[in-house]
């Protein structure tokens, strides 16, 4: 059976525990990998400080054209890293393509390293005096990785953290790691020297040895929201910087003048791409007044009903399997609990099999109207295909949905009415708002990051607020008298007044 290993200087080593690598598509195990423990990541953070201070100092204009180099070999090797990405996630090849491609984005923002590392500069702040302040690297640098992007996530952090000049250890999720093991070995083909990017397996134990470890110095977590609320406290409890991004139930928003038609075609994508795994799906929508509800609901039963589930090589599919068989009971027990609260089952994805497949892991897709802000299965996050629909009687009821609710990652508001998405934007008590766009995950040269109970730390991911969390900012305060007296007293505070 196929093994995946930790991509660590010096080798692999041997490994005492296994994880299954599932096949979604058709069930079953495709693979196995190796779990690690607190010696293997000893190891790495070994390998981490050795390589560490010699790429640190290497200019920044090098370390970016590695991020060229990277770039260029990612995209050359596109196809089979895309269909390798499916084969373990699920989700169809067009969309794992999406995957890289929003991946690569980001290294595409780390090749302007040398622009934006460049600090702050003031001359002559008091007589003979200039300050100057520069960024820092932090030393080694951890990313702890959710399965649904395996590719992206990765890369938010680690092209930021390695371009700055720190060591990064990426700890992927142990259910489809074999895309980010390429991607390490792509940085060591492109040039990056060893050590600066590895990659180490596992699970909560390797995550724990992590937390504790105390030569590194930042943590960046994206997951579920209790895992990344514990790996916030546990990290900053031990003196680390740590950003953990945690869960999300976006609503999209439906005022009365909206094009429904391509509302349509915008939900169905953002409710049911990646079968609904995704941080920013719009698992909730919010059609205001009645009269648009069921105009929105009319128009909403044909196009789901016309959805196509594939495998993720059937380039017709709109969308795969979800992950692991635990999943989807999971996502089959959240429809049951929905039904159960009294929302009406419009559309029933349960049961859904493929022929040819039929031990893959599909769910169709599924459809509730009059949910509630009550229900469990309204405030708790399904991740799976399932839309929905949460009726409000007017504007206000609206927004205070999705500013109420537990999560605060996306938001969509869908309408012609410039002021209602300006007012909405600007009210809304949520991170990252979409006015006519479903799923508003910034551009990399943006930056990344949810509110409430998706995020839990000060920074975000990627762009500028990526270069801060990977770095420290130092400030040198210089003076080079004239070498006449000052006569200044030297017992108070000095101040340049
Ligand atoms: P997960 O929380 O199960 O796993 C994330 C990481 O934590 C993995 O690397 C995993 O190995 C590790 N982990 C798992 N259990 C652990 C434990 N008990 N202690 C310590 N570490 C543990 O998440 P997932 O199922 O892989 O990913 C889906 C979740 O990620 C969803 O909730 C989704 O909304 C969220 N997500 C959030 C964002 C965002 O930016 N806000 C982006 C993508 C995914």
Not at 63 to 79: G, I, Q
Not at 80 to 103: F, N, P, T, W, Y
Not at 428 to 437: C, F, K, L, T
Request: proline share 6%; charged share 20%; hydrophobic share 40%.
């Amino acid at each position: 059976m196929r093994q995946i290993d930790h991509h660590i200087v010096g080798g692999a080593g041997g490994a005492s525990r296994f994880g299954d690598i599932l096949d979604p598509n058709n069930g079953g195990i495709q693979a196995r990998v190796a779990l690690g423990d607190r010696a293997v990541l000893d190891r790495a953070v070994a390998a981490a400080k050795a390589a560490q201070p010699g790429w640190a100092t290497t200019n920044p204009q090098r370390r970016a054209r590695v991020m060229f180099e990277f770039k260029r070999l990612v995209e050359a090797n596109l196809n089979e890293l895309a269909e390798l990405l499916a084969s373990e996630h699920g989700k169809v090849v067009a969309d794992a393509r999406g995957d890289l491609q929003r991946g690569l984005d980001v290294v595409e923002f780390a090749c302007g390293a040398p622009h934006v590392l460049k600090g702050d500069y003031t001359i002559g702040a008091g007589p003979g005096i200039d300050v100057y302040s520069m960024r820092q690297p932090i030393g080694i640098g951890v990313g702890i990785t959710p399965f649904n992007f395996p590719a992206m996530i990765p890369l938010w952090m680690g092209a930021i953290a390695t371009v700055v000049g720190n060591a990064f250890i990426l700890k992927p999720s142990e259910r489809d790691p074999s895309v980010p093991v390429r991607l390490s070995e792509l940085f060591l083909e492109a040039g990056m020297p060893e050590g600066i990017f590895q990659v180490v397996h596992g699970d909560k134990e390797m995550v724990d040895a992590i937390l504790d470890h105390p030569d590194i110095g930042a943590v960046s977590f994206v997951g579920s929201s209790d895992i990344a609320h514990y790996v916030y406290n546990r990290g900053v409890a031990n003196g680390k910087r740590v950003q953990a991004m945690g869960g999300a139930k976006n609503h999209g928003i439906v005022m009365p003048d909206a094009d429904l038609d391509q509302v349509v075609n915008d939900l169905t994508g953002a409710a049911f791409g990646s079968a609904g795994e995704r941080c920013m799906a719009l698992p909730v929508v919010v059609p205001v007044g009645e009269d648009t509800a069921n105009r929105l609901r009319a128009k909403l039963i044909p196009a789901i009903e016309a959805l196509r589930v594939g495998v993720s090589t059937d380039a017709e599919a709109h969308y795969g399997p979800v992950v692991t068989q635990a999943h989807k009971d999971k996502v089959e027990g959240w429809i049951q609990k929905c039904a159960d609260e009294g929302a009406e089952l419009v559309i029933d994805g349960r049961g859904f099999t493929l022929q040819g497949h039929e031990k893959g892991f599909f769910v169709g897709p599924t459809l509730f109207d009059h949910v509630t802000a009550d229900m469990e299965s309204y405030k708790e996050e399904i991740f799976g295909p399932v839309l929905q629909i949460v009726r409000a009687p007017d504007f206000e009821t609206a927004l205070e949905l999705p500013s109420k609710h537990q999560y605060g990652n996306g938001v969509a508001i869908f309408t012609r009415n410039g002021h209602a998405a300006r007012e909405f934007a600007a009210r809304v008590n949520v991170g990252m708002v979409g006015i006519n766009v479903p799923i508003p995950v910034p551009v990399a040269y943006h930056t990344f990051g949810g509110w409430k109970r998706s995020a839990f730390g000060d920074t975000n991911q990627h762009g500028m607020e990526g270069v801060k969390f990977w770095t420290k900012v130092k400030t040198v305060t210089a003076r080079w008298p004239d070498g006449s007296p000052d006569g200044g007293n030297a017992f108070v505070i000095p101040t340049m007044g």
